[in-house]
């Protein structure tokens, strides 16, 4: 099932940060969905085909560059912008050259990663 145009995958444990994204992309009229398991994250990329995809990149039960690296290839979302969240900055430019739209701080306020999200989705869209 396709979620409808403008629609968020927010891949993050920290509730508080997935859903301080969330409540921001909805101000800004986006719908997104909230999801902590990676492995979910990765069966809902060909399953809901979000527009864009947000990865918060603490997680223990699977590397979260593989869920980037799936998104990216993901045949339902090829071209959607992949933003992922994280401080290490070796992670950072190899998540860059391989096709990640952008990598901010963790502490990054949500309304700023929304807004870019949103800049993301509205030049894919525009285009």
Request: charged content about 20%; overall charge negative.
């Given at each position: 099932?396709?979620?409808?145009?403008?629609?968020?995958?927010?891949?993050?444990a920290?509730?508080r940060?997935?859903e301080?994204?969330?409540m921001?992309?909805?101000?800004?009229?986006m719908a997104?969905?909230?999801v902590?398991d990676p492995?979910?994250?990765?069966?809902?990329?060909a399953?809901d085909?979000?527009?864009?995809i947000?990865?918060?990149?603490?997680?223990?039960?699977?590397?979260p560059e593989?869920v980037?690296h799936r998104?990216?290839a993901c045949?339902?979302t090829?071209g959607s912008p992949?933003?992922?969240l994280?401080?290490?900055?070796?992670?950072?430019d190899?998540?860059?050259?391989?096709?990640?739209?952008?990598?901010l701080?963790r502490d990054?306020p949500?309304?700023?990663?929304a807004g870019l999200?949103?800049?993301f989705?509205?030049?894919?869209?525009?285009?």
């Amino acid at each position: 099932m396709r979620s409808a145009s403008g629609s968020v995958l927010i891949v993050s444990a920290e509730p508080r940060l997935g859903e301080g994204v969330r409540m921001a992309l909805q101000r800004q009229g986006m719908a997104s969905i909230v999801v902590s398991d990676p492995v979910e994250a990765v069966q809902r990329l060909a399953q809901d085909a979000p527009s864009a995809i947000l990865v918060d990149m603490l997680f223990t039960e699977m590397d979260p560059e593989q869920v980037i690296h799936r998104a990216l290839a993901c045949r339902e979302t090829h071209g959607s912008p992949v933003v992922a969240l994280g401080n290490d900055t070796e992670v950072r430019d190899r998540l860059l050259e391989g096709g990640c739209t952008a990598v901010l701080p963790r502490d990054t306020p949500p309304a700023e990663v929304a807004g870019l999200i949103q800049g993301f989705v509205r030049g894919r869209t525009s285009t």
